[in-house]
């Protein structure tokens, strides 16, 4: 008798399970709204509306002796303002700050100098990471292209649109760990699976159906997230200022982006890192049948990851760099800050390169190991 493949009618109907479980859509509205939420105090929670408006003043000026001095004549000892109504300069505060290391900074020492410390900085990060001298020799080359005197610009909105994009991948995580986690388990649970694997599409057309089904749902999700918080920040408070470096940001930078090509990178990281957090979902589920235990795995998976890459030495290099690309650690701004490279093929390529081919290799590989379990999934109800 000649096999029917019914792969489209699997996965429509893998798909309306998940889009009817009210738990899931919950959910989902519960993160669409914080999506709006953040979109408005990620920004207004860092500063006032009309303070921002000031800081337009001094945007897109020269970051040298002459802002410099205009800064030090309208700050005291600590770098605070001593007349509100130049409230404009108080944004150039935590950059100084940040170089200078120091609170008592009034001895009104040069750009030129500035920048010495900024590389002094650098170069202390490059021991703290144990980079090699290729690794030191490919930074120093790249801090060539930098171009300063830096270009300034305020980082309210740009700092709130980039954190609010890596915040996607931890509300992605409680999304997938609910929406998912029943993936497999569910037909274990009920003790339909033995009717379900005795049909005709209950192998291979069933198990791709529901990673397609899973999958879908996780790129849909994470679209409409970083697309909420996207609008809502764009049309509140606008997007000035993605064409200036990165540096502004982040004084320590040295990998020549622009806050727009950072916060694109972002978004790139968090799309695929949320794709493996899905391969990952499904793989456990089918391994464990059995939702609570799919959902605390990946919690703890997650976290426990996280704390690794942040407690593991430096010093452990291939370890702890490695570990530092998955995405509970990988998928922040400060990707920015990471020195480590990875030699491929005689070529280096930085963390958020490789982290993003990562990210699809292992969730083929989840697939594919999934597949491989599910075929030989021996039924033990009945």
């Not at 700092?159 to 388990?185: E, K, R």
């Not at 849909?220 to 470096?245: E, H, K, R, T």
């Given at each position: 008798?000649?096999?029917?493949?019914?792969?489209?009618?699997?996965?429509?109907?893998?798909?309306?399970?998940?889009?009817?479980?009210?738990?899931?859509?919950?959910?989902?509205?519960?993160?669409?709204?914080?999506?709006?939420?953040?979109?408005?105090?990620?920004?207004?929670?860092?500063?006032d509306p009309q303070i921002l408006s000031e800081y337009d003043r001094i945007n897109y000026r020269t970051l040298d002796d002459e802002l410099l001095g205009e800064w030090y004549?309208?700050?005291?000892?600590?770098?605070?303002?001593?007349?509100?109504?130049?409230?404009?300069?108080?944004?150039?505060?935590?950059?100084?700050?940040?170089?200078?290391?120091?609170?008592?900074?009034?001895?009104?020492?040069?750009?030129?100098?500035?920048?010495?410390?900024?590389?002094?900085?650098?170069?202390?990060?490059?021991?703290?990471?144990?980079?090699?001298?290729?690794?030191?020799?490919?930074?120093?080359?790249?801090?060539?292209?930098?171009?300063?005197?830096?270009?300034?610009?305020?980082?309210?909105?740009?700092?709130?649109?980039?954190?609010?994009?890596?915040?996607?991948?931890?509300?992605?995580?409680?999304?997938?760990?609910?929406?998912?986690?029943?993936?497999?388990?569910?037909?274990?649970?009920?003790?339909?699976?033995?009717?379900?694997?005795?049909?005709?599409?209950?192998?291979?057309?069933?198990?791709?159906?529901?990673?397609?089904?899973?999958?879908?749902?996780?790129?849909?999700?994470v679209s409409v997230l970083l697309s909420a918080f996207l609008i809502y920040v764009s049309a509140a408070w606008g997007i000035s200022g993605m064409d200036i470096s990165e540096?502004?940001?982040?004084?320590?930078?040295?990998?020549?982006?622009?806050?727009?090509?950072?916060?694109?990178?972002?978004?790139?990281?968090?799309?695929?890192?949320?794709?493996?957090?899905?391969?990952?979902?499904?793989?456990?589920?089918?391994?464990?049948?059995?939702?609570?235990?799919?959902?605390?795995?990946?919690?703890?998976?997650?976290?426990?990851?996280?704390?690794?890459?942040?407690?593991?030495?430096?010093?452990?290099?291939?370890?702890?760099?490695?570990?530092?690309?998955?995405?509970?650690?990988?998928?922040?701004?400060?990707?920015?800050?990471?020195?480590?490279?990875?030699?491929?093929?005689?070529?280096?390529?930085?963390?958020?390169?490789?982290?993003?081919?990562m990210y699809a290799l292992l969730s083929v590989i989840f697939i594919a190991v999934g597949f491989i379990l599910y075929r030989r999934y021996e039924i033990k109800s009945n």
């Amino acid at each position: 008798m000649k096999k029917n493949s019914c792969f489209g009618a699997l996965y429509k109907f893998e798909l309306k399970k998940l889009l009817r479980n009210k738990v899931t859509v919950v959910t989902f509205l519960i993160l669409f709204a914080y999506s709006l939420i953040q979109g408005e105090f990620e920004v207004r929670g860092n500063i006032d509306p009309q303070i921002l408006s000031e800081y337009d003043r001094i945007n897109y000026r020269t970051l040298d002796d002459e802002l410099l001095g205009e800064w030090y004549a309208v700050t005291d000892e600590y770098g605070t303002l001593t007349d509100d109504k130049n409230v404009a300069y108080d944004s150039l505060k935590d950059w100084i700050v940040d170089i200078r290391g120091d609170k008592v900074i009034s001895d009104g020492i040069s750009a030129d100098e500035l920048y010495a410390m900024r590389l002094e900085v650098i170069d202390e990060a490059y021991s703290e990471s144990y980079l090699d001298e290729e690794e030191i020799r490919y930074w120093k080359e790249m801090e060539e292209q930098t171009e300063e005197p830096v270009i300034w610009h305020d980082s309210v909105v740009a700092s709130g649109i980039q954190n609010g994009i890596s915040n996607t991948m931890i509300m992605m995580l409680f999304l997938l760990g609910i929406g998912l986690a029943s993936g497999f388990s569910v037909e274990t649970q009920r003790k339909t699976d033995p009717m379900i694997r005795s049909c005709i599409n209950g192998e291979k057309e069933l198990y791709f159906a529901k990673i397609l089904a899973g999958m879908t749902f996780c790129l849909v999700s994470v679209s409409v997230l970083l697309s909420a918080f996207l609008i809502y920040v764009s049309a509140a408070w606008g997007i000035s200022g993605m064409d200036i470096s990165e540096i502004t940001l982040y004084p320590f930078t040295q990998m020549g982006l622009t806050v727009g090509q950072v916060s694109l990178i972002l978004i790139v990281l968090t799309v695929l890192g949320c794709m493996l957090l899905s391969a990952f979902s499904l793989f456990v589920s089918e391994v464990t049948r059995n939702g609570v235990a799919t959902m605390g795995i990946l919690f703890g998976s997650y976290f426990l990851l996280f704390a690794a890459g942040v407690s593991i030495p430096m010093k452990m290099k291939t370890l702890s760099k490695w570990i530092s690309l998955l995405p509970s650690i990988q998928v922040s701004p400060r990707l920015v800050y990471e020195y480590r490279l990875f030699k491929i093929g005689g070529h280096f390529f930085r963390s958020y390169q490789v982290a993003g081919v990562m990210y699809a290799l292992l969730s083929v590989i989840f697939i594919a190991v999934g597949f491989i379990l599910y075929r030989r999934y021996e039924i033990k109800s009945n």
